[in-house]
Each structure stands twice: as structure tokens, then as C-alpha cells.
């Protein structure tokens, strides 16, 4: 700053002009790179959606070459090194984006979903809570939905319970937490519960023939014939080819 605010007001000492223009010279190649690693990492992401892989890769590469500090860069081609089943590089450019930026919840969570799916439950499970910390992160429903889904995979279900109850305090639509909710009821045999994770399923999304099937089978342990016979003419009538239909027909539910 002081350097700036001296050339500003022309004040022409030789030596402390060049050693101003040197470190403006610098901090503004910084700022160049920071912001062209920028651009990079954001057309990596887009290719990456596009099912462009390797034009992805050479766009999130070139990026953490001008920026290697970039936990955003990192964290990207981490994602990437994820869907191409690259276990080993995904995994250090996760580390890397969250030693970069410990607060960066995006990379957390997305780190939580590579440990999960890698079997290491309980540092997945750190890292969903990490990414909830952040009182700023805009997605936090989601990592406390995939701790929940991380927890089924142990399985643990009050944990997943827990979980799921918790993201949806925050976005009460979220399907998924709502249906996996109804399953975990009907699994511990607390149908009236389930039955209620399934009607609020009925407001947020349509039906497909397994949710269709729970619903049945709730009834069903509930006595309830009316519902049964309703639920059932749905699947009929929307599903008529599918295995929950046929399995219905043949009474095995």
C-alpha cells in the first residue's frame, strides 16, 4: 500500500520506484494467474458436466498449474479423478483442497462422499460435519443428507435417522431424507411413522414403483385394506410391467 500511494504521488526516489514497480509487477502476475486459474477451473467444471472429460482434465490441469494454491482448482479435478475411478489422485487433490481451505464446505462434502464410498466411514462422516460448520455454506441439508446416506452404508440406521431429521429441519423437501426415512421406519417396524415419511413423499415427488411398493406394504402392516387397494391400483395403472407390480399381483408383500 505504501509503495502504491508513494508512485501515486509521483515522489521519484529511484530505489523505491523500481522496488514498487517490481512487486507491482508481481502481485499483478499473481493476480493474473489466480484469476486465468479461475477461468480454467470453471470451463473444467462445464466440460465435466458435458461428459467432456478429457478437455475437462486439461483445462482443471492447466488451472492448478497457474494456481497450485487453488483449493476450488483442486477440489474440481479431484471430482473428476472421482468419476474416472482414479482413487489415489482423487484422493490427494481432496486433500489438498481442504488442507488449502479448511472452511471450504464444498470440498469437504465432496471429500465426505469419495471417503464414504471408499468404505472410511468415519472420516467421511468428519468431513460431512466439517462442511456444516461453515454457518455461510449454501448446501448444508445436503451433507447432512449424505452423512444419512453414508451412515445406511455402515449400516447404521439410528445414525442415518439422525441425520436425515437434520437436513430435513433445514429443506423439508428433500427427497431423498424423506424417503430414507420412510424405509427406516418400516424397518424398525414403526409403520405409523413410516406412513407419514410416505405421504410427505406423495407432496414433494412422483411415484416410482419401489416407493409405491412401500407404501403398500405400510398398509399392509397396518391393516389398512382401503389404502392397500388404492396404492395398489396405482401401481397397477402407472407400473403395470414392473417386478413391485407383479410381486403385488402374486400377493407377496
Request: glycine share 4%; aromatic share 10%; hydrophobic share 40%.
Given at each position: 500500500?505504501?509503495?502504491?500511494?508513494?508512485?501515486?504521488?509521483?515522489?521519484?526516489?529511484?530505489?523505491?520506484?523500481?522496488?514498487?514497480?517490481?512487486?507491482?509487477?508481481?502481485?499483478?502476475?499473481?493476480?493474473?494467474?489466480?484469476?486465468a486459474a479461475e477461468i480454467n477451473t470453471s470451463l473444467g467444471l462445464n466440460y465435466?458436466?458435458?461428459?467432456?472429460?478429457?478437455?475437462?482434465?486439461?483445462?482443471?490441469?492447466?488451472?492448478?498449474?497457474?494456481?497450485?494454491?487453488?483449493?476450488?482448482?483442486?477440489?474440481?479435478?479431484?471430482?473428476?479423478?472421482?468419476?474416472?475411478?482414479?482413487?489415489?489422485?482423487?484422493?490427494?487433490?481432496?486433500?489438498?483442497?481442504?488442507?488449502?481451505?479448511?472452511?471450504?464446505?464444498?470440498?469437504?462434502?465432496?471429500?465426505?462422499?469419495?471417503?464414504?464410498?471408499?468404505?472410511?466411514?468415519?472420516?467421511?462422516?468428519?468431513?460431512?460435519?466439517?462442511?456444516?460448520?461453515?454457518?455461510?455454506?449454501?448446501?448444508?441439508?445436503?451433507?447432512?443428507?449424505?452423512?444419512?446416506?453414508?451412515a445406511m452404508s455402515i449400516p447404521d440406521l439410528d445414525k442415518a435417522k439422525d441425520?436425515?431429521?437434520?437436513?430435513?429441519?433445514?429443506?423439508?423437501?428433500?427427497?431423498?431424507?424423506?424417503?430414507?426415512?420412510?424405509?427406516?421406519?418400516?424397518?424398525?417396524?414403526?409403520?405409523?411413522?413410516?406412513?407419514?415419511?410416505?405421504?410427505?413423499?406423495?407432496?414433494?415427488?412422483?411415484?416410482?414403483?419401489?416407493?409405491?411398493?412401500?407404501?403398500?406394504?405400510?398398509?399392509?402392516?397396518?391393516?389398512?385394506?382401503?389404502?392397500?387397494?388404492?396404492?395398489?391400483?396405482?401401481?397397477?395403472?402407472?407400473?403395470?410391467?414392473?417386478?413391485?407390480?407383479?410381486?403385488?399381483?402374486?400377493?407377496?408383500?
Amino acid at each position: 500500500m505504501l509503495c502504491k500511494l508513494k508512485l501515486y504521488l509521483m515522489i521519484l526516489m529511484i530505489g523505491l520506484l523500481t522496488a514498487c514497480a517490481g512487486s507491482s509487477s508481481k502481485d499483478g502476475a499473481v493476480r493474473n494467474n489466480q484469476k486465468a486459474a479461475e477461468i480454467n477451473t470453471s470451463l473444467g467444471l462445464n466440460y465435466m458436466q458435458n461428459g467432456s472429460y478429457g478437455v475437462a482434465m486439461s483445462k482443471l490441469k492447466k488451472a492448478i498449474q497457474q494456481d497450485p494454491k487453488s483449493a476450488e482448482a483442486h477440489n474440481a479435478i479431484a471430482l473428476l479423478y472421482q468419476i474416472l475411478n482414479e482413487d489415489n489422485d482423487a484422493n490427494e487433490h481432496y486433500k489438498k483442497a481442504v488442507s488449502l481451505a479448511p472452511q471450504y464446505s464444498e470440498a469437504q462434502n465432496n471429500y465426505g462422499v469419495f471417503l464414504c464410498q471408499q468404505g472410511q466411514y468415519k472420516e467421511a462422516e468428519q468431513r460431512f460435519l466439517l462442511a456444516v460448520e461453515d454457518p455461510l455454506y449454501a448446501s448444508p441439508a445436503q451433507a447432512y443428507e449424505n452423512a444419512g446416506l453414508c451412515a445406511m452404508s455402515i449400516p447404521d440406521l439410528d445414525k442415518a435417522k439422525d441425520y436425515f431429521k437434520q437436513a430435513l429441519q433445514i429443506y423439508p423437501r428433500l427427497v431423498n431424507s424423506t424417503l430414507e426415512l420412510a424405509k427406516i421406519n418400516y424397518q424398525q417396524a414403526d409403520y405409523k411413522q413410516a406412513r407419514v415419511y410416505i405421504q410427505r413423499y406423495q407432496l414433494i415427488a412422483n411415484w416410482t414403483a419401489p416407493t409405491l411398493l412401500l407404501a403398500i406394504q405400510t398398509e399392509n402392516k397396518l391393516r389398512n385394506s382401503n389404502a392397500v387397494a388404492s396404492y395398489t391400483l396405482l401401481l397397477r395403472a402407472r407400473f403395470p410391467a414392473s417386478d413391485e407390480a407383479q410381486q403385488v399381483q402374486s400377493g407377496q408383500y
